[in-house]
């Protein structure tokens, strides 16, 4: 048909329309001429060909073909007078499928024959007119031809096609494809034929247009490129830099750009190297060509051509040197064109590629071409400094976005980093560094880039080390002195650079900064005594407008480093002193002080190593100790710089090196920084104490004097009373946390005894002060004892023994032979005495029970040698009675000396006395008495907590507990009992030691005393008073027996609710990690140590009444009716007993569990401290890191020590609660569960594993109805859900390793065959059990304990019957007793799976706590588990864990068979049942039937199933999403059933039904969807997996495309084509083009010829065919690219359309034909709309125009296909580089199988 021949439109009247429009498919769809219409010949000679090509049907072998060849050439030279071939299109057809490369050359040749004839016959007009149907057998046919053939070929094309001349135009790209594998071998015979053939062929249009497709060539087709480019190697001009090369290559450089592009990325390293030998010759980097294209287009250049050096060849690296770097043979000229015309482009080129990675490549890619670049000098150095920075910016971007796979981008930065030229790296790095450091800076990078580089990629490099970094570090320093601190905006750029010398100096080794590295040449004019700066400035010829003067007197770079420091510490010390206002401002400069002097310790602890002989600093030490120190005292300077300068300060007092030298030891420096220490031990600055205590050590190692026992007792002689408490607290924090062999007794006597003088000052508060300091800091009386005794031991007392007789009586006793400091003496006693009061029994204890010879004070052994000799073993108790205490009440003074003596003497007896007394005490008042001074007691207190009087406090509690002892104790003489335990209790002893006190009558609470007590604890005034409080009311509760509980209950729960409030101000305090702001915190570790003893007495204490006092039958009662009233259903057993006992059985339930809530609550508390309370391994806590981590250790230890004793008493409870915890903290973080410190525990509280384990399995038992009456155990835990046990023990077992899982596997294996036993239908409890029983056998079975038969026998049973219970839980879900029903009905109003029972109000207060319910499914780590359906849960879980481990548990393909059939039956089957969709499944069973695909022996089990899905007629009413989700499944069948394929072949018929009833409409949807299943199954697969059954498939397609016109039939066929194309590799389809070809041509044409109308049922096979042709568009594959032509425009032309253009390709015309068409009312259906899609996609990739289009009502809903199609096309080649979006087409072909209805 001509292209200018008119198209008939189909009728546009509905009653006279024509024949169905594939009625008019018979023969080849093109009509005959009009002419020959009524010749007879003519008829004739049609039917002769026809007889002809109906033998091509019995062809079998090669030599039919020739017979067949013989005969149609024969029947057509019989008619020459006619210049029209009849049936033209199969002749077409036909003719190319005898050019097949796999047939002989003599059937070949004959083909060849035929042609020849053809063209002779129809002249140069009639091939024109039928271009396409001739050249679709010819152009592919001369690649594969033979060499006897070849020359038949070209003679053809010569004579028959080249005179076309312009009408070669829209094959041209067709005819070079053909033509061009006639250039691969240089030196073959017809190498120079063909290059002829191709140079006329560039001469018939224009050589632009020539040249413009050998690039469309090139982009499109990789196997033609080598070919293309020999080709241009020969044609292709070289040009000059300055000539217009726009005439010869075309006016579109960019589509030349990307074809070379194309062939630089080729995986051929023989084109690559082409290609860059063509770019040296005609494409210079300075040629006009390159400088006039588009930016993009230049990088897209760029990016191809460095892309090269990653195939590290080095020709390929020659060629792209010399096209960077120009064709001059000098290197100066090289590097200067390099600069000029490479380096930005270049440059701009990574960049841009490092900031926005391609998908398609490693995000590492342009990092490793830039190193590549790095081995060329010439142009690795330029691009260094200009790119180095942005490239490592780029990776910091990169790696912290977290998109690195593999480490591949951090090693490739490391090598980066390694291969940089340290000078110009650091150079660039210095550069940025100072800008950071101009003023108004707002941008600021450099230092944080150094930085990360020097963390992230530095390793041990000596060049950078030594030479780099100090210059660096020596610039950084001389800048920051000269920075102005009254300038707020330079301070976050001082803060960065001063953060980083730290780094810096890190890593600069030991000895590096003693001498600079040399200047260049020319520098090095510039003299030695140059400055730091400007030296850093010309070392790297680095270039600025002011350069600083010269101020550094020396040239090491330590003496420097140290002079800057110390300048630039002082600056800001004296920035600080003028005090400005502005509170930002300060808190910079205190900044700025903090780091640099962090900075100067550093370099003060190097200075040994620096520095050889002396260091001349040019400083001044005393103005500088001065204003630092000045500037300490100032309020506003935190800990961290103190201790930072103190550190400095010492280090520089103990170097002898320094000039001038550093004397530190004077009471002028030494008394400010001992008050700045002083201030930092308040309570509220406890995170400082350990460190400040240390500093002050220091310095009294330090110096010689006593300067720091002068200045403590200095801040301790204040008059204020709150002065002297804050100095007080402060001496006792250091008092405290100084160890004994420090001997502060000795060395801060002063202080101490001062402090000791207010325990018996008149004044409470003083008194008050003095005892908190005893009882909190004092840590041991021996440090107090050993200095007092030191001194009454004077050897300047002397005295001798004396008798005195009275009253005929003899008195032993002393006399004193002199007089002495009796003053001095009676101070010590009374100290002493105040001390022993204070200390009672414990202080009575430790004398009693330390020999004074392990004394470690030498000086007080010296003086008991000659006293002590009569006692060797003396005790201190020895020594203060015998030796002191008794020697002075039996001495006197003789009588010489009375009247000096006496009134002193007097008061040193009655200290004696007094020191005595304490031992004893008495009950004297009687008990009416002491019932009313209890209740004025206890209201005094109440009231003296809550006016914040503490004074008071102390001994109201002592009087208060001898007042209540003396009551409980009446008359029966014992009192002195309790005495003795509250005296043994304020030493810190365990009071719990004593024997309880035995009762004799009942004593009535007081009615305040609970709440006086819960008050004294909570109230925060109260705080430092806590211990006496405590010790009061672990002493004083105990005594309650009968009334225990109302007191023990409230207070249990306020020391519970205090250790709370303690942890979390701890944990807010280690959160903040180090500042420059100081930490408020009062909490200390001895606080924790009161609270946790106090609760552990208390709790205790709660317990006794459970576990002593209740009788044995009220226990066993309680048993029975909690075993009864338990299980998944709550209420079932129940059912049928009489409401009679269980209400009595439920209050004694109530009671008993009220009682354990104080022993939960304290567990609760103790668990949270052994969770929280763990150091981080990554904590930073800075200065109050010894504190913290001192607090850390001491209270978690007892907190641990707590739950141990509890653990001891009440075993079972304690580890229940500690669940309990668990569950509780796994629901608030759910990301916990499996990584909390509960597992930890329980092996601490435990002995093993075996005993956890089993006592688990215990509390299971109890809890589980059927199980509980086996067991003696009663329910202790109400609150405890059976499914919560089960959790926490498969997650305990998770962590056990191999043996220990053996060992407690016997245990677990009981509980699973007893609940087993019970069990006849599913129970959440088989499930739970299954988990667990999996996550044990996994650990048994990587064991050898496998080997036993008897264990691996109890596995398999075990398991196989858990399995199958669990399995059925969908089955019980869904069957209908009135239990279930109710169940589901529960499940529906509470959001539970077990259902809450609805009885009788008692039974609800346990069964629903009993009822088995659960709230975490940890294996999916969060989500609660049965808080939707349970069959859902045991579905999902069956395919992620049970499934996968069945046959490493199951082992016998017998058993795992039985199993999956069991799944199947129960799971699978159900769920198919009644699908209108059958595949549409939930995730879990499609999950389930996968998994059972890959077990080999389950073959029987699933394939019935997938088989019966797959068959269901409605299967592909599915959604494309369950389409793709079933593909794994049905490959598996396909590849276990080879007879499978086969079968399915067989069922796609092509000859219709005998049975004259068949519906013959039904018939052919059964074909269509057969035909479906085939694409289906096909796709399912992956590539090239159904090769071998390739041949079948075809005929099959073949056959129904020959035989079966109905076009639901046909559009299946293209839909399987499409598969077909996509899992086949595309060479092994060549031997179907001819086919589809012929078909695709004919429908088109047809259409031309006769439009179908609207709501046609043609429709379909149009959109089925069009969707084929979409797809080959996309694909570009090489066998079709040859004949897209006939479809499309594929030359430029499809853009830049000629002004005589016309239509030649069958899609533009039918553009033009169906746009012609009139509009209907719906011209724009709802699919058209999706059916257009842009012509350049969004994404650059490939995809089909007609992706979304499912269904068309009319041929011009095709319209914007049909118009776009060839501009598309060329437009995505162009713009995408050949990437196909592979998951948009797959995604369509599953949107085309499944419909989703």
């Known amino acids: 048909m001509s292209a200018a021949s008119s198209p008939r439109v189909g009728s546009t009247d509905p009653n006279k329309r024509g024949p169905p429009w594939y009625a008019l498919r018979g023969g080849d769809g093109t009509s005959t001429p009009p002419a020959y219409a009524s010749d007879p010949k003519y008829k004739k000679y049609t039917q002769q060909v026809e007889k002809c090509l109906n033998s091509f049907e019995s062809v079998h072998e090669w030599a039919d073909f020739i017979s067949f060849l013989k005969q149609l050439l024969k029947t057509l030279q019989s008619y020459q007078q006619f210049k029209e071939i009849p049936r033209k299109l199969v002749v077409a057809k036909r003719l190319s499928q005898c050019l097949n490369p796999a047939l002989p050359n003599g059937v070949h040749q004959r083909a060849l024959d035929v042609y020849s004839h053809v063209f002779a016959v129809l002249g140069s007009e009639g091939l024109q007119r039928d271009l396409a149907l001739w050249s679709s057998g010819l152009f592919p046919f001369f690649e594969y031809a033979s060499t006897a053939v070849k020359p038949t070929v070209l003679n053809l094309f010569d004579t028959h096609y080249l005179p076309l001349q312009s009408g070669l135009r829209p094959i041209m790209k067709s005819f070079i494809l053909a033509l061009l594998p006639g250039l691969e071998e240089e030196t073959g015979e017809y190498f120079d034929k063909v290059l002829a053939l191709l140079d006329r062929l560039a001469g018939t249009i224009s050589q632009s247009f020539f040249f413009q497709n050998i690039w469309l060539v090139m982009l499109t087709t990789p196997p033609a490129r080598g070919t293309a480019l020999t080709y241009l190697s020969r044609r292709l001009p070289p040009f000059k830099p300055d000539e217009d090369i726009t005439p010869i290559v075309g006016d579109d450089l960019g589509l030349m750009i990307r074809a070379f592009s194309a062939a630089l990325e080729d995986d051929d390293l023989l084109v690559r190297r082409a290609a860059l030998d063509i770019l040296l010759q005609s494409l210079r980097i300075d040629g006009v060509a390159v400088k006039k294209a588009q930016d993009d287009d230049r990088a897209i250049l760029m990016r191809a051509a460095t892309s090269v050096v990653l195939r590290r060849d080095l020709a390929l690296n020659r060629r792209l040197y010399a096209w960077l770097l120009g064709p001059s043979e000098t290197t100066q000229a090289q590097v200067e064109y390099y600069k000029v015309h490479s380096l930005e482009l270049l440059r701009s080129t990574l960049k841009d590629e490092m900031l926005n990675p391609s998908p398609d490549y490693s995000q590492s890619r342009p990092f490793k071409i830039f190193i590549s670049l790095l081995d060329k000098y010439e142009i690795g150095l330029p691009l260094t400094e200009v790119l180095v920075y942005d490239a490592f910016k780029c990776l910091q971007q990169l790696l912290q976005s977290g998109q690195d796979a593999g480490d591949d981008l951090s090693m490739t930065g490391s090598t980066l980093y390694e291969a940089v030229e340290p000078h110009a790296l650091w150079s660039r790095l210095l550069s940025a560094v100072l800008s950071d450091l101009k003023p108004g800076q707002c941008n600021r990078e450099g230092c944080a880039m150094v930085k990360y580089l020097l963390q992230t990629f530095h390793s041990h490099d000596e060049e950078i080390e030594t030479i780099h970094l100090p210059i660096v570090f020596n610039a950084i320093t001389g800048i920051l002195t000269a920075f102005n601190w009254d300038n707020s905006s330079s301070f976050p750029a001082a803060s960065d650079a001063l953060s980083l010398l730290p780094e810096i100096l890190k890593r600069i080794p030991h000895g590096a900064l003693k001498s600079r590295p040399a200047l260049s040449a020319q520098a090095q004019t510039l003299g030695a005594e140059v400055d730091a700066v400007v030296f850093a400035y ?84 005393d103005a500088w100790l001065s204003t630092m120190l000045e500037c300490l005292e100032q309020r506003n300077v935190a800990f961290v710089t103190v201790d930072r300068f103190i550190t400095v300060a010492i280090k520089l007092h103990q170097k002898a090196q320094l000039r001038p030298s550093f004397d530190f030891d004077k009471r002028l420096y030494i008394t400010p920084m001992v008050r700045v220490l002083l201030k930092y031990l308040r309570p509220s600055y406890s995170a400082y104490h350990m460190r400040a205590v240390n500093l002050i050590w220091a310095l009294e190692r330090l110096s010689k004097h006593p300067h720091v026992e002068a200045v403590i007792s200095q801040s301790l002689s204040v008059r204020r009373p709150s002065e002297l408490q804050d100095a007080c607290e402060a001496f006792g924090v250091l008092w405290r946390l100084t160890e004994d062999m420090a001997l502060p007794g000795v060395h801060l006597k002063v202080p101490m005894m001062t402090v000791l003088e207010t325990l018996r000052s008149d004044d409470p508060k003083l008194r008050r002060i003095g005892e908190t300091w005893m009882r909190c800091s004092l ?161 005094k207190l109440y009231f003296c907590i809550h006016t914040g009087r503490l004074d008071l406090q102390n001994k109201l509690l002592h009087l208060l507990h001898s007042v209540i002892s003396s009551s409980i104790s009446g008359s029966d003489g014992r009192s002195h009992g309790a005495a003795a335990q509250l005296e043994r209790a304020t030493d810190g002893i365990s009071p719990q030691d004593g024997p309880p006190i035995a009762k004799k009558e009942t004593h009535a609470v007081h009615p305040l005393l609970v709440q006086t007590l819960v008050d004294g604890i909570s109230v925060p005034g109260n705080r430092s008073l806590l211990q006496h409080w405590l010790d009061f009311i672990m002493m004083t509760v105990p005594l309650f027996r009968e009334t225990l509980k109302a007191v023990v209950t409230p207070l249990s729960d306020c020391v519970c609710r205090q250790l709370r409030l303690a942890l979390a101000e701890i944990l807010d305090v280690s959160a903040s990690g180090p500042r420059s702001d100081d930490v408020v915190s009062s909490t200390t570790d001895a606080d924790f140590l009161m609270l946790l003893t106090a609760l552990e007495r208390l709790t205790l204490l709660s317990m006794t009444r459970i576990s002593g006092e209740e009788p044995q039958e009220e226990d066993q009662q309680a048993d029975k009716n909690v075993q009864e009233s338990g299980g998944l259903l709550g209420y079932v057993s129940n059912v049928f007993s009489s409401d009679g006992p269980s209400g009595a059985a439920d209050d004694s339930v109530l009671t008993r569990s009220s009682d354990y809530r104080c022993l939960h609550n304290a567990v609760r508390v103790l668990y949270a401290m052994w969770d929280k309370l763990v150091v981080s391994p990554d904590s930073d806590w800075g200065s109050q890191e010894e504190s913290l981590s001192l607090i850390y250790s001491r209270a978690r230890t007892r907190a641990k020590r707590v739950l141990e004793h509890l653990f001891r008493a009440h075993s079972t409870e304690v580890l229940e609660a500690v669940v309990d915890c668990w569950h509780d903290q796994a629901i608030t973080r759910p990301e916990s569960a499996e990584t909390s410190s509960a597992y930890d525990l329980v092996d601490v509280l435990t002995a093993s594993a075996q005993n956890a384990v089993h006592m688990l399995c215990e509390s299971i038992s109890c809890r589980t109805p059927g199980l509980s009456e086996r067991t003696r155990k009663t329910v202790v835990l109400p609150d405890l859900l059976d499914m919560t046990l089960f959790e926490f023990l498969e997650q305990y077992m998770k962590r056990l390793e191999g043996p220990l899982a053996l060992q407690v596997w016997n245990r677990f294996l009981q509980l699973a065959k007893d609940l087993l036993l019970t069990l006849r239908d599913f129970r959440p409890q088989a499930f739970a059990a299954l988990k667990c029983f999996t996550v044990l056998a996994d650990k048994v079975t990587q064991t050898t304990a496998l080997d036993d038969r008897r264990l691996r026998k109890d596995l398999q049973e075990t398991y196989g019957k858990l399995l199958d219970i669990c399995v059925m839980s969908g089955r019980s879900v869904e069957s209908g007793s009135w239990i279930r029903r109710s169940q589901r009905d529960a499940l529906a109003t509470n959001g539970r799976d077990s259902p809450t029972p609805t009885l009788r109000a008692a039974e609800i207060k346990v069964d629903e706590k009993n009822a088995s319910s659960t709230s975490l499914p940890l294996q999916d780590g969060g989500k609660s588990a049965y808080a939707g359906d349970v069959a859902q849960q045991v579905n999902s879980y069956v395919a992620s864990d049970a499934l996968p481990s069945l046959r490493k548990f199951l082992v016998d393909s017998d058993k795992i068979l039985a199993a999956c059939n069991q799944i199947v039956y129960n799971i699978v089957n159900p769920a198919l049942k009644g699908k209108a969709r059958p595949l549409d499944l939930e995730d879990d069973i499609v999950a389930i039937i996968r998994e059972m695909t890959r077990i080999s022996v389950a073959v029987k089990a699933w394939r019935t199933p997938v088989v019966e899905s797959l068959n269901d007629n409605r299967c592909f009413n599915s959604t494309a999403e369950a389409g793709e989700k079933w593909m794994p499944m049905v490959k598996s069948l396909f590849d276990t059933d080879k007879t499978a394929l086969p079968e399915l072949l067989g069922k796609i018929t092509t000859v219709p039904s005998a049975n004259i009833f068949t519906n013959r409409e039904y018939e052919m949807l059964l074909r269509s969807l057969n035909l479906r299943r085939l694409s289906y199954v096909i796709l399912s697969a992956e590539k090239n997996h159904f090769l071998a059954q390739l041949p079948s498939i075809q005929e099959k397609l073949v056959d129904t495309l020959r035989n079966v016109s109905a076009p639901i039939v046909q559009s299946e066929v293209y839909l399987c084509v499409r598969v077909l194309l996509c899992r086949l590799s595309p060479h092994n389809l060549s031997s179907f083009w001819p086919v589809v070809l012929t078909e695709l041509y004919r429908i088109f044409e047809q259409i031309l010829e006769n439009v179908p109308g609207d709501g046609s049922e043609e429709l379909g096979l149009i959109l089925s065919a069009c969707k084929l042709l979409d797809l080959l568009l996309v694909l570009q594959t090489e066998e079709f690219q040859i004949h897209q032509w006939i479809f499309i425009t594929d030359t430029v032309d499809a853009v830049y359309r000629p002004d005589d253009w016309f239509p030649e390709a069958l899609l533009d015309r039918l553009a033009e034909v169906v746009g012609a068409l009139p509009a209907t009312e719906s011209t724009v259906p709802r699919s058209a709309a999706q059916a257009h899609t842009p012509s350049v996609p969004t994404k650059p990739m490939r995809r089909p125009l007609l992706h979304t289009l499912r269904q068309i009502d009319s041929i011009r809903d095709l319209v914007p296909f049909f118009s776009t199609a060839s501009i598309s096309s060329y437009e995505s080649v162009y713009h995408s580089g050949g990437v196909v979006d592979w998951q948009a087409v797959e995604k369509g072909l599953l949107e085309d199988l499944f419909e989703g209805r």
């Open 538 to 621: 010309k070392f790297y010829g680095i270039k600025s407008d002011t350069l600083p003067t010269g101020t550094n007197r020396s040239t090491a770079p330590f003496a420097i480093a140290m002079e800057d420091l110390v300048s630039l510490t002082l600056s800001s010390a004296t920035a600080l002193l003028r005090g400005d206002d502005d509170m930002t401002l300060s808190r910079s400069r205190r900044d700025v002080l903090l780091l640099s002097s962090s900075i100067l310790d550093a370099l003060a602890s190097r200075l040994d190593d620096e520095v050889d002989g002396h260091l001349v600093l040019n400083w001044d030490p």
């Open 779 to 939: 840590k041991s009386y021996l440090r107090v004892l050993d200095p007092i005794l030191f001194d009454l031991l004077d050897p300047a007392i002397r005295y001798v023994p004396s008798t005195t007789e009275l009253r005929g009586k003899q008195l032993q006793g002393f006399s004193y032979e002199r007089p002495f400091d009796q003053r001095y003496v009676n101070y010590l006693l009374e100290t002493l005495l105040a001390v022993a009061k204070f200390g009672g029994q414990g202080f009575s204890k430790v004398a009693r029970s330390t020999p004074i010879s392990r004394s470690i004070y030498s000086g007080l052994l010296q003086r008991l040698q000659s006293v002590n000799a009569a006692f060797p073993e003396a005790t201190y108790m020895d020594v203060i009675v015998s030796q002191l205490l008794m020697r002075i009440l039996q001495s006197e003074p003789k009588q010489s000396l009375l009247p000096t003596m006496q009134p002193f003497h007097i008061v040193s007896q009655n200290l004696a006395v007094d020191l005595l007394q304490p031992l004893v005490a008495r009950g004297d008042v009687d008990l009416v008495t002491l019932q009313t001074l209890e209740s004025a007691v206890v209201q």
